[in-house]
């Protein structure tokens, strides 16, 4: 009789899209290609929504094993899962492999007794070992790589299996027809890709990054154009690459193009996302070129995660040079391809200094719009968790339900949980909290749009450092706490508290969508919708660099364009104002061109990408969630048309007094 395997690999819904459950695929895929497997075992069903397990366990009968993959997003669904199989099918085995499976395992079946064997590292080899031994009249698995309960919940550890060093041998779970049935659910599967496995770096916050997974591998390039050509048949809107470093190697071009011939073709897939090599290469460019031209960029990652040389030597981080950034930013935006940078809150040897330095010198590069800042997490199997480098560094955790990004809330009932790193022997937790407010108001200010032309005229026009002037926004917003700013500052204050006591990061606001919103875009969004309100009063942060009243009414017209490049639900498709400075133009040139915005009579014209008519959960999908990343703000086109003078307003606004166009 055949056994059943389950395989379980579950990932949060975000509306209709979700995952396929690639990596339990794969262990199928090579599993079933092994003669005595495929005759003794068939695959049941495969799990990956996060439904409640004893819903899941109710509608199963005789699992003779069930493997789970585990990360930090569904770890504590899956033990919990575990426990519901054990109960109700105690002579079931149940593996749990992936990256969230300790590699400290003393004590570990003794606290989760359900769990009878750990994977380590890569699975297929090892889980179609498990399988074998499963067949034996006595198994034992003694397999290299997993770690198996002992008499008495004791651990037995094996040595550990290294890496497979032939990708090739390895099936495709989507040319094999693993995902075929899933396929035919009423959901917007995301694929994942790999076409290499191993990062030659050792960031010690990565649980990638090690000794055992430095050589970089590459699977097999046929297979992997087969894919491609799979995602496109079967309409896959969003490809992830799971590569650690995407334009590593030579091959990488011509996956790219073929991305592109695929999408030519089939209409699918029609965005890719990657992580790019983080030695940002000619080669690096030419892909993302290639890809941007087809419109399938996400954008490109020119990760840094931080730039504070002490804290990139404590974390064994090589970036590129800091000072290349600002060259990097400047070629890729002439050719209008979409870039963001990633910095790590609370890394060691990061002060507050270092840190609001680091962004400031961003912004000054160019990366105006792609900064994203994330609280350190301290991973279960990266050498940030490894008492002697947590002592070292003076690392203080706590462990708070995870951020859940733009998922739908779950059903499940099951939080899960991360350890964020609040405090290091060079950043008190006061100075992270700072830290913290002085990331999410460049993110919600800044990078999204609300006050970056502003921001940007008055660095260009008066000197104003960006630190300085988000500072100072930070500053006001305490001081005003009635004002839109102030409100938005104490929301944020609160969810701080809130987390630190261990509470959730979730911030759902019906109005925007069922979906949990990081917090720095819930602000923008509250802001867009208080846009009048919000211009009103931003007066009382600028009065302290700009002339009251402006006698060239020049700051009249900057703020009156930053009013006017901030789309929201109710922005009409075209919009006109008319100002007697070309602002625009100012801008959209390098500070070496011109010393000062033109005065003369200007009218402009803005396109927004469309009317969203007041509905602001489209908007709030469309122009935040789905555009932070490679979006445009909603803005299709700003066009500057010479306006004959008609006259001018007898005397030019207060600065602060914008009203609407
Ligand atoms: S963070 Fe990226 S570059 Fe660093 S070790 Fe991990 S995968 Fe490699």
New binding site residues.
Partial sequence: MMRTVHLAQVNYQYGRNTFLPYSVGRLWAYASSVPALAASYALGELFFLREAPERVVRRIASPDVVGISCYLWNWQYNLALARALRAAFPRCLIVLGGPQVPSRTDGFFTEHPYVDLLVHGEGEIAFAAILRERLSPAPEYRIAGVTAAGRDGATRHTPGAGRITDLARLPSPYLTGVFDELMALPYAFHASQETNRG?P???TF?D??SAVFQKVTALCPEQVAEEIEWFGRKRISLLYNCD??FGLLPQDVAVARHLVETKRQYGFPEKFRA?YA?KSSERVYSIARTLNDAGMSKGVTISLQSLHADTLEAVE?HNIAVGDVGALLERYQADGIPTYSEIILGLPGETYDSFADGIARLLEAGQHRGINVYPCISLCNSEMAVPAYVARHGLRTVRVPMLLLHGSPGHDGIEEYYDLVVETATMSHAEWRRAYLLAWAVQAFHCLGLLRELAVSLMRLRGVSYRTFYEALIAFARANPATVVGEEYRATEALLDRVMAGGSWDLVEPRFGAVTWPPEELTFLRVAAEKQRFFREIGGVLVQWLPDPDPSALWRDVLAYQYLRVVTADTPVHTEILLDHDVHGYLAGSPAASPAPRRRRVRLHMEARGAFDGDWEAYARDIVWYGRKGGDGGIVGIEVEPEPRVGRPARAPAVGQVEAP
């Fill in positions: 990062c770096y050792r960031c990565c990638w990054g650690a470093n992580a983080k981080r």
